[in-house]
Antibody, heavy 126, light 107 residues
């Protein structure tokens, strides 16, 4: 059974930092692209970042470029999101999600998420 | 950047058919998928590659995509289908684009 379990959320002041983790199990973690997706309270879903199987390629939504860093440790079956210079608008539930793509270059048909974690809440407030 | 627009809400009577639209420029040239999200829960994939159902998703869920509109159809809607639904497609930047979301109410 595929499981994705996020941790690391909490309350942080504006300008502060936080590191989220996602522990994966039930599948060959190193074979999949992985993503972070967030959802502000009462709002819709927003893709944040994703990372290639070997960590050699990373992509971000414009609003977090230069502030957030996605990484992974395949030996530990773990995905991470380092969040710096946090802003009030970063307040959201952050989900770890498995990209369907198992190739180095993804086909258009593979751009969707087939498994999601339960999410971890990040609150940026003074 | 690419945008996907959904109606904020759709109401349906039990046993009837609910149709949820997702509009975007030349969306039919891309692949669309759909997620269901119940209150306090994570999203669940219900349709991928326009019309395919993942294992475990009931047959009453179906999808189509043509022109500028993708549609999620729930046939014989049940009370348990009450949820928020999001469409999603791929674009160059950002890579993944979600629709604005539709709240389905089963009256």
């Amino acid at each position: 059974e595929v499981q994705l379990v996020e941790s690391g959320g909490g309350l942080v002041q504006p300008g502060g930092s936080l590191r989220l983790s996602c522990a994966a199990s039930g599948f060959t973690f190193s074979s999949y692209w992985m993503s972070w997706v967030r959802q502000a309270p009462g709002k819709g879903l927003e893709w944040v970042a994703n990372i290639k199987q070997d960590g050699s390629e990373k992509y971000y939504v414009d609003s977090v470029k230069g502030r957030f860093t996605i990484s992974r440790d395949n030996a530990k079956n773990s995905l991470y999101l380092q969040m710096n210079s946090l802003r009030a608008e970063d307040t959201a539930v952050y989900y770890c999600a498995r990209d369907r793509c198992t190739n180095g270059v993804c086909l258009p048909a593979e751009y969707y998420f087939d498994y999601w974690g339960q999410g971890t809440l990040v609150t940026v407030s003074s | 950047s690419y945008e996907l627009t959904q109606p904020p809400s759709v109401s349906v009577s039990p046993g009837q058919t609910a149709s949820i639209t997702c509009s975007g420029d030349k969306l039919g040239d891309k692949y669309a998928c759909w997620y269901q999200q119940k209150p306090g829960q994570s999203p669940v994939l219900v349709i991928y590659q326009d019309s395919k159902r993942p294992s475990g998703i009931p047959e009453r869920f179906s999808g189509s995509n043509s022109g500028n509109t993708a549609t999620l159809t729930i046939s014989g809607t049940q009370a348990m289908d009450e949820a928020d639904y999001y469409c999603q497609a791929w674009d160059s930047s950002p890579l993944y684009v979600f629709g604005t979301g539709t709240k389905v109410t089963v009256l």
